[in-house]
């Protein structure tokens, strides 16, 4: 019987953990950050079209790649995530009429994505999915401080009950 290194237990681990199916928990989880995602791509088109500064194309291209990482993760758990037809988006009257206007809704919607992210990453129990909530956890942060500046040192963590909710103010 051959012996079992230390290396070899943690590549066993490793492949093992990006084999399993994540459970139903974090592909909810997920499915909702990809709802995230699709938003925010929506607020940053219609705020580029309104005329709203550069930063802001960096941040849609962001959202793009946050999504396409979470739709990976869920085509290889034989899930198929939501795409931007499949959810109408809608937004208070006058949200895009003036940079103050888009600075409001813009931090609004950033403070329900990290949020979002930082109830998955404390929620999430399967890898590869934890790492990459992480990231992008990070990512939004930067976001957030396009439209305020950062004045927590703990940013709130939303549940994903308390992430559906505040979503559902923007879906029709």
Do not use: C, W
Not at 4 to 32: E, I, K, N
Not at 93 to 112: M, V, Y
């Amino acid at each position: 019987m051959q012996s079992l290194t230390r290396a070899g237990l943690l590549r066993l681990g490793a492949a093992a953990t990006l084999g399993a199916v994540p459970p139903d928990s974090d592909l909810a989880f997920a499915r909702l950050l990809i709802a995230t995602e699709l938003l925010a791509d929506d607020f940053y088109s219609h705020a580029i079209g309104a005329g709203a500064p550069g930063a802001l194309h960096e941040a849609r291209a962001n959202e793009r790649a946050h999504y396409k990482g979470l739709a990976a993760l869920m085509n290889r758990a034989g899930q198929l995530p939501a795409q931007a037809g499949d959810i109408d988006f809608s937004y208070p009257a006058g949200s895009f009429a003036d940079a103050g206007s888009i600075r409001t809704l813009g931090a609004t919607l950033e403070a329900i994505q990290l949020g979002a992210y930082l109830g998955a990453a404390d929620g999430l129990v399967s890898e590869p999915f934890r790492g990459l909530v992480a990231r992008i956890a990070a990512n939004e942060a930067q976001h957030l401080t396009i439209f305020e500046p950062f004045h927590s040192s703990f940013p709130s963590a939303l549940t994903i009950e308390q992430a559906s909710d505040a979503l559902g103010l923007y879906t029709g």
